[in-house]
């Protein structure tokens, strides 16, 4: 039983923060990797930033030096940090786990929040 709650989206001015939180029902040392993906209309899904078990962090070069993602592991929470957003920044951004410590790989997804970037 895994679930992945992602809130804190929301309408924001171009060169506005916002910081997304991604809620884990399980402890994130359950998790090799975290990732937040997102998804604009008739666009493809795509990472934006991931996170491992070590630390390790990855950008999307769309939003390098503007995202930061990190984690608490007491809150079983990750969390994307977004500063300086742009009107292309605008897409559904989904949460995203993957376990590789059990007999078999298993993924997880949120259901998603809305990021809105006006002009």
């Known amino acids: 039983q895994v679930r992945l709650v992602e809130s804190g989206g929301g309408l924001v001015q171009a060169g506005g923060s916002l910081r997304l939180s991604c809620a884990a029902s399980v402890s994130l040392f359950s998790f090799n990797t975290m990732s937040w993906y997102r998804q604009a209309p008739g666009k493809q899904r795509e990472l934006v930033a991931g996170?491992?078990?070590?630390?390790?962090?990855n950008y999307a070069d769309s939003v390098k030096g503007r995202f930061t993602i990190s984690r608490d592991n007491v809150k079983n929470t990750v969390y994307l940090q977004m500063n300086s957003l742009k009107p292309e920044d605008t897409a559904v951004y989904f949460c995203y786990a993957l376990s590789k410590y059990g007999y078999l790989p298993e993924d997880y997804w949120g259901q998603g929040t809305q990021v809105t970037v006006s002009s």
């Open positions: 996170v491992n078990s070590g630390g390790s962090t």
